[in-house]
């Protein structure tokens, strides 16, 4: 006997990010995390300055490709999943052609916080 019921709490938003089938092979080396880590701050700080203050802590996990491209995120915490639109929404790499399946990745904790001060560490 099969029984379904409707999903009773929301899961957080995710855009982008590979089904758990594709395995995505971890970036690991330290000198080019650092050098995707500064990157992505860059990237993240020129649309913030296009947008109104946060008025919560956002938390996103965010996974750039070697070529620092932001191939997808995740809200992290309930401020960032009922926000209508992701500050990241624009950075996110969209596809002319197709990015290899398991191309390798790094994944990023993003921290906005109220005041506009953004912090990336590695996941």
């Not at 639109?85 to 596809?95: Q, T």
């Not at 990023?108 to 916080?113: G, K, L, T």
Request: hydrophobic content about 40%; aromatic content about 4%.
């Amino acid at each position: 006997m099969s029984c379904t019921s409707p999903e009773s709490t929301p899961s957080p938003v995710s855009e982008g990010l590979a089904s758990p089938d594709a395995a995505a092979v971890p970036i690991t080396d330290p000198a080019e995390i650092e050098l995707l880590k500064g990157q992505l701050s860059q990237q993240i700080d020129g649309v913030l300055k296009t947008k109104p203050a946060v008025d919560a802590e956002l938390v996103y996990r965010v996974s750039v490709a070697k070529d620092g491209a932001i191939v997808g995120y995740k809200s992290e915490n309930s401020a960032a999943v009922d926000r209508s639109e992701a500050p990241l929404s624009e950075l996110l790499y969209k596809p002319i052609g197709s990015r290899p399946p398991a191309e390798p990745l790094a994944d990023f904790r993003v921290v906005i916080a109220p005041g506009g001060t953004v912090a990336v560490t590695p996941w």
